[in-house]
């Protein structure tokens, strides 16, 4: 069964930082692309940033600048920094993993207060 454990997230003040933590067993990091949804309350799950094996990023237009996805090939981890936080920026952040099937971290509350 393939996991991807999630840390970070919580509370935080509009313009703080916060960091999102995701580590995968290694097979799944070395071929998948590893990524960050979110899904704020009555809204869908909508892409955040990706990271493939090679390092190219892509980024929602609504964190571009903003938001940084980065991946440590040695932890197996991929990390999502966030910076200049903005109260819509709430939501549960969701890792993810997807090649030709996918798989989602348990998912964790952000909340940016005004």
């Known amino acids: 069964q393939v996991q991807l454990v999630e840390s970070g997230g919580g509370l935080v003040q509009a313009g703080g930082s916060l960091r999102r933590s995701c580590a995968t067993a290694q097979r799944i990091f070395d071929l998948y692309t590893m990524g960050w949804y979110r899904q704020a309350p009555g809204k869908q799950r909508e892409l955040v940033a990706i990271?493939?094996?090679?390092?190219?990023?892509n980024y929602a237009d609504s964190v571009k600048g903003r938001f940084t996805i980065s991946r440590d090939n040695r932890k197996n981890t991929v990390y999502l920094q966030l910076s200049s936080l903005k109260p819509e920026d709430t939501a549960v952040y969701y890792c993810?993993?997807?090649?030709?099937?996918?798989?989602w971290g348990q998912g964790t509350q952000v909340t940016v207060s005004s």
């Open positions: 993810n993993a997807i090649r030709l099937d996918t798989f």
């Open positions: 990271i493939t094996t090679t390092g190219s990023t």
